[in-house]
């Protein structure tokens, strides 16, 4: 992991195209700004933890079951 400091108003790069940009900060509270391009999926980390669980969930023995179901 790399960790960086910033402040207000500052930003990181990452690759060419995903630009990371402090907009505000209040107590231990950060905003931030991510600018990347429409194909680039961004997630919350509790969000992006259920839909792994929903896709795991979904292609196990059951979800498995199901789709050979639909395709006969």
Excluded: F, W
Excluded at 15 to 28: A, C, P, Q, S, V
Excluded at 46 to 57: D, F, S, W
């Amino acid at each position: 992991m790399l960790a960086l400091s910033r402040k207000k108003n500052e930003a990181i790069m990452i690759n060419n195209n995903i630009e990371l940009t402090i907009l505000d900060i209040r107590g231990e509270q950060v905003k931030l700004g991510i600018s990347a391009p429409k194909e680039i999926p961004i997630y919350r980390k509790e969000v992006y933890l259920e839909i792994q669980k929903a896709n795991q969930e979904a292609t196990g023995a059951e979800g498995m079951a199901a789709l050979k179901d639909l395709l006969g």
